[in-house]
């Protein structure tokens, strides 16, 4: 087995890579990951950076410091933010606002290598720069949630050691925030503006002599969890995960496919079609044979994993030619990797 394969196997989604254990993607299908896992990134990306814009050696162009000293490196071909002091502290360069909209999500891997210390701290940040809620990984083997008065630690689940790269999301619904890690949900508070308020910004915190990295970092809104999936006649979707370069569904996806699968046994006289998107990456004809065999691949795991009837769903794949952003920026590829989900 080569090191890339003892690493973790790299996952294209719609809209971000990410990185997860091989053996977590060969254990799970779509259908067994837990329902406690309900992480939907946000519909409207507002900053995106894998830092391919930056040059290696230098501060990222899109981003503030507070404390330390950072720069861009690389690993395996990715670029990467890297901490390169004892502590490291940084601020995304994001639109200004008196607090965050009332729906929307935060991810990003981190990486990570012994002695890890509190090597990443997640907070946010209010007009008056007091937190209003932190998360720190790791404290021991554990991912340490504090807001306010409530704090709260939860072991990573099936990892030896904390070292190594890890998938860290948040998700925000008003007052209520949840946290995950790699495919488990981490903490889950009803109310963080007690302490403090409602933040309008997030302070990350690199801290550990071993210079740890974050990259792939996406923040985007959200919308209220619809009553009805397919109230407008389309369902579009940035949630689908498929291994990279291929058309295989991978567990992440199950939170998204759960939510169909559900409206469509409530719903059992619906149809739908289910069409694949790309970004302007690549050729338009391997584009376009990608995105086509990726909405088969959906159904696929929707009539094998979900017991969907199979003459209910019908699918196709636009490539690159239907964008509804701008490809130009990274927010707008991310924008234009989907899924889409319409009624017949």
């Known amino acids: 087995m080569t090191t890339r394969d003892l690493r973790g196997a790299r996952l294209a989604v719609a809209g971000l890579v990410l990185f997860v254990s091989a053996a977590a993607v060969a254990a799970d299908s779509v259908s067994t990951v837990s329902t406690k896992f309900d992480f939907v990134p946000g519909d409207k990306v507002v900053f995106m950076d894998d830092f391919a814009q930056d040059e290696l050696g230098e501060f990222p162009a899109r981003w503030n410091l507070a404390i330390g000293t950072v720069e861009v490196a690389e690993m395996d071909g990715e670029r990467w933010l890297r901490c390169m002091a004892a502590d490291c502290t940084v601020r995304m360069k994001l639109p200004a606002m008196k607090v965050l909209p009332e ?19 997640v907070r946010g940040v209010n007009e008056r720069g007091s937190f209003a809620w932190e998360a720190t990984y790791p404290q021991g083997k ?6 306010g008065e409530i704090f709260s630690t939860t072991p990573l689940e099936g990892v030896a050691s904390p070292a ?9 619904r008003g007052p209520a925030l949840k946290v995950y890690m790699d495919r488990q949900r981490m903490a889950s508070v009803p109310d963080i ?34 009553q009805d999936l397919l109230a407008g006649g389309k369902f579009v979707t940035h949630g689908i995960h498929f291994k990279s370069g291929s058309d295989a569904v991978l567990p992440e996806s199950a939170p998204v496919l759960r939510q169909v699968a559900e409206y469509m046994k ?5 149809k739908l079609s289910i069409v694949g998107h790309t970004d302007n990456i690549g050729t338009p004809g391997s584009n376009l044979e990608l995105s086509k065999r990726r909405a088969a691949s959906v159904a696929s795991v929707l009539v094998k994993e979900f017991g969907i009837a199979a ?11 239907q964008p509804v952003d701008d490809n130009k920026t990274a927010e707008g590829r991310a924008m234009n990797r989907r899924v889409e989900f319409e009624k017949m």
């Open 103 to 121: 729906f929307w999500t935060l991810e990003f891997d981190f990486y990570g290598t012994e002695p890890m210390g509190s090597a990443l701290t």
């Open 142 to 147: 554990d991912l340490a949630f504090r807001s």
């Open 164 to 172: 190594g790269r890890h998938h860290v999301m948040f998700m925000a």
């Open 193 to 226: 503006s007690a302490a403090a308020g409602m933040p309008n910004q997030f302070e990350l915190r690199l801290w550990a002599p071993t210079q740890p990295m974050i990259t792939n970092v996406r923040y985007a809104e959200g919308s209220p969890p619809a």
């Open 266 to 270: 409530t719903n059992g006289g619906v």
């Open 311 to 321: 003459d209910r769903l019908s699918t196709d794949g636009k490539g690159d030619t």
